[in-house]
T-cell receptor
Framework: DQQVKQNSPSLSVQEGRISILNCDYTNSMFDYFLWYKKYPAEGPTFLISISSIKDKNEDGRFTVFLNKSAKHLSLHIVPSQPGDSAVYFCAASVWGSSNTGKLIFGQGTTLQVKP | DGGITQSPKYLFRKEGQNVTLSCEQNLNHDAMYWYRQDPGQGLRLIYYSQIVNDFQKGDIAEGYSVSREKKESFPLTVTSAQKNPTAFYLC?????????????FGPGTRLLVL
């Protein structure tokens, strides 16, 4: 039962253009969402997050949008740079009675930015 | 220079052998986590600990064991009961282990079976 889904395994964009990575979730109890970037053979690096009380959060070239009614979030990278080429994971935090910070991860989307 | 260290970078396991993966953090974080990544899949939670001397099973705890005797250390043992141990193992930590916190990851250990 995949609660967080990234349906596009890969995405290729031209340098300078916009990259849009998508993520869908099924659990309405998720209230905090994060995006991580991962290079091969390295640990994921935190990129940006958004709380469910917001619908947009921006940090430099990175913007995350949250559509709670559609249970969908997206990461926009503008402009895309070759150094952005990596695997991007979205993750969701479960709000439960134990109040733990367990993260549920999507399968990842491999972004390739071509020079 | 704060961060999370994992060792070794590569680890080889023989059939029937237990191996232990090290994870150390100097971020003064209370919570620590172990994840497993398989090709084409997301990270799956093995175990987590919100405080010293306490830990909880994650989604795929079978065949693994952990200890949390010190705040900065959270070693993971892959036992012989884990039939498919080949994977990339990632350790993470967060400030208190509560919801809405960012987890920070170490560089990972790749475990291979001989």
């Amino acid at each position: 039962d995949q609660q967080v889904k990234q349906n596009s395994p890969s995405l290729s964009v031209q340098e300078g253009r916009i990259s849009i990575l998508n993520c869908d979730y099924t659990n309405s109890m998720f209230d905090y969402f994060l995006w991580y970037k991962k290079y091969p053979a390295e640990g994921p690096t935190f990129l940006i997050s958004i709380s469910s009380i917001k619908d947009k959060n921006e940090d430099g070239r990175f913007t995350v949008f949250l559509n709670k009614s559609a249970k969908h979030l997206s990461l926009h990278i503008v402009p895309s740079q070759p150094g952005d080429s990596a695997v991007y994971f979205c993750a969701a935090s479960v709000w439960g009675s134990s109040n733990t910070g367990k993260l549920i991860f999507g399968q990842g989307t491999t972004l390739q930015v071509k020079p | 220079d704060g961060g999370i260290t994992q060792s070794p970078k590569y680890l080889f396991r023989k059939e029937g052998q237990n191996v232990t993966l090290s994870c150390e953090q100097n971020l003064n974080h209370d919570a620590m986590y172990w994840y497993r990544q398989d090709p084409g899949q997301g990270l799956r939670l093995i175990y987590y600990s919100q405080i010293v001397n306490d830990f909880q099973k994650g989604d795929i705890a079978e065949g693994y064991s952990v200890s949390r005797e010190k705040k900065e250390s959270f070693p993971l043992t892959v036992t012989s009961a884990q039939k498919n141990p080949t994977a990339f193992y990632l350790c993470a930590s967060s400030s208190s282990g509560l919801s809405r916190e960012t987890q920070y990851f170490g560089p990972g250990t790749r475990l291979l079976v001989l």
